[in-house]
């Protein structure tokens, strides 16, 4: 992901430097922001977190969407629209663990085409699979967004290129795509 979208985001977000840095400007709540583009297997989204809120509980919830932003009407009234987007059934999120939701903490996600998700934090690769703490379902065969809402004790995070993308865990990858395509090949020819 290389920019927040810069038209559909909670009314309590800011964007800025040139669309990469979301912060939420008050309150705990109407802090979702969303990628500019949709997310292709394999493509990391990279954060950081940059500024905390000690006063409130909580912290970042991050996922995917299949549901364009452009199309997205937050309810603006609705404290909780999380729980609204999660009742479409075209969102799955997950909360950032407490012990890396400080400043200065990394986050980096990513799909595969076998529909298993790899998380990282701080740099180190960790898989997660469909089943576990993640709320809600996407969708990975139709095109996602990457989905960050800045709640409660998460007030603003960076998109961070190019430093947490997996290179222990596509490596792993690299063969696997090798002799599936070498397999597709051998399979047109007879």
Not at 6 to 35: E, H, P, Q
Not at 157 to 177: C, E, T, W
Request: charged share 20%; proline share 6%.
């Amino acid at each position: 992901m290389e920019q927040f979208h810069n038209t559909s985001y909670g009314k309590n977000i800011l964007i800025d430097d040139n669309g990469t840095k979301a912060t939420r400007t008050k309150d705990c709540f109407f802090g979702t922001v969303f990628g500019a583009q949709p997310l292709k297997p394999f493509q990391p989204v990279s954060v950081e977190v940059t500024s905390e809120a000690d006063e409130w509980d909580g912290r970042l919830r991050y996922g995917f969407i299949n549901i364009n932003p452009q199309k997205i009407k937050l309810n603006s009234n609705n404290p909780y629209y999380m729980t609204e987007l999660l009742n479409t059934g075209q969102v799955r999120v997950r909360k950032l663990p407490y012990e890396v939701s400080k400043v200065g903490h990394t986050l980096s996600y990513y799909y595969t085409p076998t529909r298993k998700i790899f998380v990282s934090f701080n740099g180190t690769p960790s898989v997660v699979t469909s089943s576990g703490d993640w709320r809600g379902k996407v969708d990975f065969c139709k095109p996602v967004w990457p989905i960050l809402d800045l709640y409660a004790g998460t007030k603003a995070i960076k998109i961070v290129q190019g430093i947490y993308a997996f290179p222990s865990v596509l490596l792993f990858f690299i063969p696997v795509m090798i002799f599936m395509i070498f397999s597709n090949m051998i399979a047109v020819k007879t």
